[in-house]
């Protein structure tokens, strides 16, 4: 085993939350993708939402569409359909969204809760982001719901009309056209992303990466992400390095931003961790 993920494993084990150790057994040790499930679950309330920290900035227990996206994330990551906490999930969602079907990041009662200092000035609006993202999870596995026909009807509708231009949003969009069943919709929304992700707002297109920021390789985790043939070779190649050079004497990479606490820190950076070997070994950079 590369020894860059014999670091990174002994940092996840001495750090990491169980679901991204779950995961790192599924990404290279050929585990079953069904604990990853079992941890996800662990999050669920009876509303049929995530919460407790999932997304580890927002440290409310409540459910939150952040920590749904976060959870739906890692099942897709580990390629396990759950359609009963997925369809679960969807009538949480109604009942937070608008009548188009948006939904916010979180609602208010994420405030009576830590926050990490970025999120104390986030508006609580339903948006593309997080709805987009989302609905392509929720896509990837396959449920059927009338929330998610609204509001996945009502995103590609945004984002043609007045596309995103920030980075965050435009990663949301790429997540919806990663697993949305319609191929041309999907295409119109790479086509999107393609044209407005250069100029976009905390997009860093060239490494090395020295501050907070989304970079190619968040939109082309592997060569054969939907959206890697926007990018040049170089472009990649340049991010590999520099992401391989940012791994610490821990083992693990650092965030880029500050954390609501040490706990919240360390859960980040297993999430971090976990996603830099992943992204290094697909793009062949380790073995």
Same mark, same amino acid.
């Given at each position: 085993?590369?020894?860059?993920?014999?670091?990174?494993?002994?940092?996840?084990?001495?750090?990491?939350?169980?679901?991204?150790?779950?995961?790192?057994?599924?990404?290279?040790?050929?585990?079953?993708?069904?604990?990853?499930?079992?941890?996800?679950?662990?999050?669920?309330?009876?509303?049929?939402?995530?919460? !407790?920290? *999932?997304?580890?900035?927002? @440290?409310?227990? =409540?459910?939150? &569409?952040l920590h749904v $996206?976060?959870?739906?994330?890692?099942?897709?990551?580990?390629?396990?359909?759950?359609?009963?906490?997925?369809?679960?999930?969807?009538?949480?969602?109604?009942?937070?969204?608008?009548?188009?079907?948006?939904?916010?990041?979180?609602?208010?009662?994420?405030?009576?809760?830590?926050?990490?200092?970025?999120?104390?000035?986030?508006?609580?609006?339903?948006?593309?982001?997080?709805?987009?993202?989302?609905?392509?999870?929720?896509?990837?596995?396959?449920?059927?719901?009338?929330?998610?026909?609204?509001?996945?009807?009502?995103?590609?509708?945004?984002?043609m009309k007045d596309?995103?231009?920030?980075? !965050?949003? *435009?990663?949301?969009?790429? @997540?919806?056209? =990663?697993?949305? &069943?319609?191929?041309? $919709?999907?295409?119109?929304?790479?086509?999107?992303?393609?044209?407005?992700?250069?100029?976009?707002?905390?997009?860093?297109?060239?490494?090395?990466?020295?501050?907070y920021g989304l970079?190619?390789?968040?939109?082309?985790?592997?060569?054969?992400?939907?959206?890697?043939?926007?990018?040049?070779?170089?472009?990649?190649?340049?991010?590999?390095?520099?992401?391989?050079?940012?791994?610490?004497?821990?083992?693990?990479?650092?965030?880029?931003?500050?954390?609501?606490?040490?706990?919240?820190?360390?859960?980040?950076?297993?999430?971090?961790?976990?996603?830099?070997?992943?992204?290094?070994?697909?793009?062949?950079?380790?073995?």
């Amino acid at each position: 085993m590369n020894m860059v993920v014999v670091d990174a494993r002994f940092f996840l084990l001495r750090h990491a939350r169980v679901l991204e150790r779950r995961l790192y057994e599924v990404r290279f040790e050929g585990g079953d993708p069904s604990g990853v499930a079992m941890a996800v679950r662990a999050y669920q309330n009876p509303d049929g939402g995530l919460g !407790h920290a *999932l997304e580890p900035d927002v @440290r409310c227990p =409540e459910s939150q &569409p952040l920590h749904v $996206a976060m959870g739906l994330a890692a099942l897709a990551e580990a390629r396990y359909r759950d359609r009963e906490l997925s369809t679960s999930v969807c009538v949480y969602l109604k009942s937070v969204s608008d009548d188009n079907g948006l939904v916010p990041f979180f609602t208010e009662l994420a405030h009576l809760s830590p926050l990490a200092e970025h999120w104390y000035h986030a508006k609580v609006v339903p948006a593309v982001n997080p709805t987009a993202e989302i609905c392509g999870f929720l896509h990837y596995q396959g449920v059927q719901h009338d929330w998610l026909s609204r509001a996945t009807e009502t995103c590609l509708k945004l984002i043609m009309k007045d596309p995103p231009q920030d980075a !965050h949003s *435009l990663l949301a969009t790429a @997540r919806l056209a =990663e697993y949305i &069943p319609d191929k041309q $919709a999907a295409q119109n929304l790479i086509d999107v992303i393609a044209s407005t992700l250069p100029k976009a707002q905390l997009y860093i297109p060239d490494a090395p990466v020295e501050e907070y920021g989304l970079t190619p390789l968040h939109f082309a985790p592997r060569p054969t992400s939907l959206l890697a043939r926007i990018f040049t070779q170089d472009q990649i190649d340049r991010h590999l390095e520099d992401l391989f050079n940012r791994q610490q004497e821990d083992g693990g990479w650092p965030i880029h931003w500050e954390a609501p606490g040490p706990a919240a820190e360390l859960e980040w950076r297993g999430r971090l961790t976990l996603d830099a070997i992943t992204t290094l070994r697909a793009w062949g950079f380790i073995g």
